[in-house]
């Protein structure tokens, strides 16, 4: 195994709070290494993690998926991305060819719901 081939250390890169060396992991080739990626991103809720959690929405792997989804409402409960934008994605991932992906969309958007921040009706008839 070489250098390069190595999984990057994820509750390292999480306990440093390490947002580029984690957006970087989302790109990795082990599945499991972008899922945890995509979870820590949301336990540390930095804006800057947005568009590449919109992007692992569409990864092939279902807990990449899932996860990136609890990161967007991880993030937009801290107030930290636009509630339209977070509405949005998740209604779209509502979509998911899996079950547990938008079980995790669905999840997802009844939390910001519960939260009162869904001012629009949008989400309502996707979830039903």
Do not use: C, W
């Amino acid at each position: 195994m070489g250098i390069f081939d190595r999984k990057p250390n994820i509750k390292k890169m999480k306990k440093r709070k390490d947002v580029e060396g984690l957006i970087k992991a989302l790109g990795h080739k082990d599945h499991t290494v972008r899922s945890n990626a995509a979870y820590a991103l949301g336990d540390i809720g930095d804006k800057r993690a947005l568009e590449p959690l919109i992007q692992a929405l569409k990864d092939p792997d279902s807990f990449v998926r899932s996860n990136a989804a609890e990161a967007l409402r991880k993030i937009e409960a801290l107030g930290k991305i636009d509630d339209k934008q977070a509405v949005e994605i998740l209604i779209q991932t509502l979509k998911d060819a899996d079950n547990f992906v938008r079980s995790s969309a669905a999840e997802a958007l009844r939390k910001i719901e519960a939260l009162g921040k869904i001012g629009d009706k949008r989400a309502v008839e996707p979830l039903t």
